[in-house]
C-alpha cells in the first residue's frame, strides 16, 4: 500500500522560514509528478507549487518565496518557504501520481501539515 506522509509544519511569524518534507513509501513503481496543495479556512484547496521531472511551477502567491525540490532515491518532495506571511497560513497536502507495482498510475495525498503564520 502506498502512502505519503508529510512533516515539518508548525507555527512561525511573518517574514520567517519552513521547510515542508514529504516521504512515499511502500510498493512503488514510479512517481512521476509530485506537489503541494494547501486549503486555508473557509477556502478550497489550491495548488501551491509542482514538479516532475524536467520542470517546476508555482502559483504567483508564491512565486520567489517558496522552492519545491524532490530527491527521487528517496521518493521525497520538499517545499522550502520564506517570507512567509499570514496567507500563507493553511493546512499544507503533498501529492504525488504514482504508479504502484501490479496497478494504475494514480494520485495520492498525504493526510496534511499544519502551517500558522502569525503576524
Known amino acids: 500500500q502506498v502512502q505519503l506522509v508529510e512533516s515539518g509544519g508548525g507555527l512561525v511569524e511573518s517574514g520567517g522560514s519552513l521547510r515542508l518534507s514529504c516521504a512515499a513509501s511502500g510498493s512503488i513503481l514510479g512517481i512521476f509528478a509530485m506537489g503541494w496543495y494547501r486549503q486555508a479556512p473557509g477556502k478550497e484547496r489550491e495548488l501551491v507549487a509542482v514538479i516532475t521531472s524536467s520542470s517546476t511551477s508555482y502559483a504567483d502567491s508564491v512565486k520567489g518565496r517558496f522552492s519545491i525540490s524532490r530527491d527521487n532515491a528517496k521518493n521525497t518532495v520538499s517545499l522550502q518557504m520564506n517570507s512567509l506571511k499570514p496567507e500563507d497560513t493553511a493546512v499544507y497536502y503533498c501529492?504525488?501520481?504514482?504508479?504502484?507495482?501490479?496497478?494504475?498510475?494514480?494520485?495520492?495525498w498525504g493526510q496534511g501539515t499544519r502551517v500558522t503564520v502569525s503576524s
Open positions: 501529492n504525488a501520481e504514482i504508479q504502484p507495482y501490479g496497478g494504475v498510475t494514480i494520485n495520492y
